[in-house]
């Protein structure tokens, strides 16, 4: 009897092991380079906070048992038992702050998935296609860019995920997101990056294809970062002459800074002050300068689900001083 008891754990444990490292739950590399074979491709990616759990094992164990039983550790090929969660492409539309004209555009979108996707997908529409770039919000400091060459394209993507420093986001799972020939754009199951501080996660796949007699490549790669911060309470800003004398003092709450500062006609420099909690409920302060060539100010406001967003603030200046700290 122990030694039938014995045997199930055994093959439990191989089960549990082989479970893990198909569906790549545990796989925390900071980066994934593969030779795409299905002819789709890669356009994003989706972070999300727990696995999607798209992988069928039942029906890869159904069909694989013999193997999997028998310690066969060899057993790479899992096409067709990859689930997918498919997009749908909404219309949308924004109006032109400096023209106000409507804008009317199309986006991909996956109303029954919690995450935060960027995405440069084709757009098929009549009388052209576009391609069009989406990073969606909590998603910040996005970069893009496409090169093209004259056997093929690469497309990159690059974005940062700040998240509350302690929070259930110590773990994050980049799920690939891919266009198929005909349009449809849908995410397959991804990996996860764990710990503390900064992370990052690279996704890149090349696809191949025939066209008039020549190969066409193209070539996916996304980038994401994700970073722990402290909670942000409060940004205060001095505004200072040359002779280091404060002239205003103005303070807000995280989230709540003006979209636009102008200065005094004296003021030299501003002198910024940020407050933040820190894991264990310390205060945490922090100080930067911004001059004349500065034009923007960089602030965070804090989401309900524990992510951070970047608040953009212009500042204009008025001074006609060449003071430099």
């Keep these: 009897m122990k030694n039938k008891h014995l045997i199930l754990i055994g093959i439990c444990i191989l089960i549990i092991s082989f479970v893990l490292g198909i569906t790549k739950t545990v796989d925390l590399t900071p980066s994934q380079t593969t030779q795409n074979r299905s002819g789709d491709k890669l ?61 009317h555009t199309k986006e991909y979108v996956f109303p029954d998935t919690d995450g935060w996707y960027l995405y440069c997908a084709t757009v098929y529409e009549e009388p052209n296609n576009y391609v069009t770039n989406i990073a969606g919000e909590g998603l910040c400091d996005v970069k893009s860019g496409n090169h093209y060459k004259d056997n093929g394209e690469e497309r990159t993507m690059e974005a940062t995920l700040y998240t509350i420093r302690g929070s259930d986001l110590y773990t994050v799972y980049v799920n690939p997101i891919y266009q198929t020939p005909t349009g449809e754009v849908y995410i397959t199951e991804g990996t996860g990056i764990g710990g503390a501080g900064g992370l990052t996660k690279t996704i890149t796949e090349t696809v191949t294809v025939e066209k008039d007699d020549e190969e066409i490549s193209y070539t996916g790669t996304f980038i994401i970062h994700r970073e722990e911060i402290d909670t942000p309470q409060s940004v205060t800003l001095t505004q200072m002459d040359e002779n280091h004398t404060p002239l205003q003092t103005d303070t807000y709450t995280a989230g709540q800074v003006p979209e636009t500062i102008v200065t ?62």
């Design 43 to 103: 356009i994003g990616a989706m972070i999300t906070k727990e696995s999607l759990h798209l992988f069928d094992f039942e029906s890869y164990f159904n069909d694989n048992a013999n193997d999997i039983l028998n310690g066969n550790n060899i057993i790479t090929e899992t096409d067709g038992y990859t689930n997918r969660i498919y997009a749908e492409l909404v219309d949308k539309t924004a109006i032109n702050e400096e023209t106000g004209e409507t804008i």
């Design 264 to 325: 005094k006609a004296e003021t030299a420099y501003i002198l910024v002050t940020e407050q933040s909690v820190g894991e264990n409920g310390n205060t945490v302060e922090s100080r930067s300068l911004l001059q004349p060539s500065d034009e923007h100010l960089e602030t965070f406001t804090v989401a309900e689900n524990g992510v951070c967003d970047k608040v953009y603030t212009e500042i204009r200046w008025t001074t006609e001083s060449e003071f430099v700290v």
